[in-house]
């Protein structure tokens, strides 16, 4: 039994002196870690949009000529009826022309709407049909985002 004592107690301080820990300086060291740089789109500056000419009504006109010297341009038209039957035309021609370039707006719906184009040049609407409306010709394109 004695011998078992000794070999335990033997066991016991070599364990011990394996668990020392070991101060062994070890350097400090430092990196610099740069902050991410946060990114952005670059947006798109906004164009002046100017109103070249604009007919408030109802019923039938046909405009006065105007120009049209950016592309894009466009016409917007604000419609509303005063019947349930009312209904709006706009049709867009090159001045000194009889047939119509193209339809602009064709709607019985009360609303807001935009027709971009971009053929410059001199033009004028013909506007048909019963309600209230309003027509603008813009020299640049609306930002028709609600």
Same mark, same amino acid.
């Given at each position: 039994?004695?011998?078992?004592?000794?070999?335990?107690?033997?066991?016991?301080?070599?364990?011990?002196?394996?668990?020392?820990?070991?101060?062994?300086?070890?350097?400090?060291?430092?990196?610099?870690?740069? *902050?991410? +740089?946060?990114?952005?789109?670059? &947006?798109? $500056?906004?164009?002046? /949009?100017? #109103?070249?000419?604009?007919?408030? !009504? @109802?019923?039938?006109?046909?405009?006065?000529?105007?120009?049209?010297?950016?592309?894009?341009? *466009?016409? +917007?038209?604000?419609?509303?009826? &005063?019947? $349930?039957?009312?209904? /709006?035309? #706009?049709?867009?021609?090159?001045? !000194? @022309?009889?047939?119509?370039?193209?339809?602009?707006?064709?709607?019985?719906?009360?609303?807001?709407?935009?027709?971009?184009?971009?053929?410059?040049?001199?033009?004028?609407?013909?506007?048909?049909?019963?309600?209230?409306?309003?027509?603008?010709?813009?020299?640049?394109?609306?930002?028709?985002?609600?």
């Amino acid at each position: 039994m004695v011998k078992a004592l000794t070999a335990l107690l033997v066991v016991i301080m070599l364990s011990a002196g394996c668990a020392q820990a070991v101060n062994t300086p070890v350097p400090a060291t430092s990196t610099a870690i740069a *902050a991410p +740089t946060p990114t952005t789109a670059a &947006s798109p $500056t906004p164009q002046a /949009v100017l #109103v070249i000419k604009r007919w408030i !009504g @109802s019923g039938a006109l046909k405009t006065e000529t105007f120009k049209a010297t950016k592309n894009p341009w *466009a016409v +917007t038209w604000d419609f509303r009826r &005063s019947k $349930t039957t009312d209904h /709006v035309t #706009v049709r867009l021609f090159k001045t !000194g @022309s009889t047939s119509p370039l193209q339809t602009i707006a064709d709607t019985s719906v009360e609303g807001y709407g935009a027709k971009t184009l971009t053929e410059t040049g001199e033009f004028y609407l013909d506007i048909t049909g019963a309600g209230d409306w309003t027509i603008q010709a813009l020299d640049g394109e609306p930002d028709t985002r609600q």
